[in-house]
């Protein structure tokens, strides 16, 4: 029963823990299928994490505090599409811009408004987002196994886990069943044909971005008024990497992208619960090591060790219009 009760656990620690990264890299694929590079993912998480835990701790709500975070992050998405769309500039070095930008950002604007050395105060309980407890939870709490997996990993979880999953199915049907999709991935293979055909590929990709801001202010809100009751100075803590990392592995698939997420959220989560425990035939294992495991995974990652990855043909190529 020990055993069932610690792999219940590390599920739902580990559902808990993809969410903010499946969030984030959605925002990414919707970006990069039309061709834009978002390396600001980091950037926009932070701002927005910041942005929502701000917003409730000064009006004590917390649905106003997820639409700060939303527009937080939409604000540095337009500035990267007026960057990366408008100006053609390097998306890179403007993604690249944002992250340095909000790092600082989130820490002197919070010392300016707090006081609080680049934290929020502690959100109370009406301006967090509290779990959800599905119907029937309490009375099948105690019928084994099927009792516990749906009362405690199934239910109690935050509505936007319970999005954050739901998005995964529905962002392949609007980019493999909508026409809007269609022409989101048109956009990022081949641009000009897509401008020939009278659709407008400046308009699509500031979609696109925009709609990946949306997911990353959600991502943002998650972290600070969920997980935690507030921010703290970098709190994202690679997050926005660590999805950028999950949707190259996933090779830009919706489907890929919940099963890599779910491997990082299930790293994550053994980093917590290993502490201090042994291994067999191993011993003990350092904190740092549990805790270093999903960046290490990451780097394997982008060593190139997944096979290979295509992402889409103009991804990262600024849109000129021919004459």
Request: hydrophobic residues 55%.
């Amino acid at each position: 029963m020990e055993n069932i009760d610690w792999i219940i656990s590390i599920l739902q620690s580990t559902i808990r823990m993809s969410v903010p990264l499946i969030l984030t890299a959605l925002a990414g694929l919707f970006a990069e299928r039309s061709g834009v590079v978002d390396i600001g993912l980091e950037g926009k998480l932070l701002a927005a994490a910041f942005a929502g835990a701000s917003g409730a701790a000064v009006t004590g709500n917390a649905t106003l505090g997820v639409v700060a975070a939303i527009v937080a992050s939409l604000l540095f998405s337009g500035v990267h599409g007026y960057a990366s769309i408008s100006q053609r500039g390097n998306q890179i070095v403007s993604g690249t811009a944002i992250n340095f930008i909000a790092a600082g950002a989130t820490v002197i604007i919070g010392n300016a408004w707090f006081n609080m050395a680049g934290r929020t105060p502690s959100l109370p309980a009406d301006a967090k987002l509290n779990p959800i407890t599905l119907p029937f939870a309490d009375a099948l709490r105690d019928v084994p196994v099927i009792g516990q997996i749906y009362s405690q990993l199934l239910s109690g979880h935050f509505l936007l886990t319970y999005f954050a999953y739901a998005m995964i199915p529905i962002s392949w049907w609007i980019l493999y069943r909508t026409r809007f999709g269609l022409r989101l991935r048109a956009v990022g293979e081949n641009p000009g044909a897509v401008d020939t055909a009278g659709i407008s590929v400046v308009r699509m990709r500031y979609m696109a971005v925009l709609l990946g801001g949306v997911m990353a202010g959600l991502a943002g809100a998650f972290l600070s008024m969920a997980v935690s009751a507030g921010f703290t100075k970098g709190m994202s803590a690679g997050k926005g990497f660590i999805a950028l990392a999950a949707l190259v592995f996933a090779n830009w698939r919706p489907k890929n992208i919940l099963f890599t997420c779910l491997l990082f959220g299930l790293l994550d989560s053994l980093s917590i619960a290993m502490q201090g425990k042994t291994v067999p035939l191993v011993g003990s294992i350092p904190v740092q090591l549990w805790q270093a495991l999903p960046y290490i995974l990451t780097v394997v990652l982008l060593a190139g060790f997944i096979g290979k990855a295509t992402p889409p043909r103009a991804s990262g190529n600024p849109y000129v219009k021919e004459r």
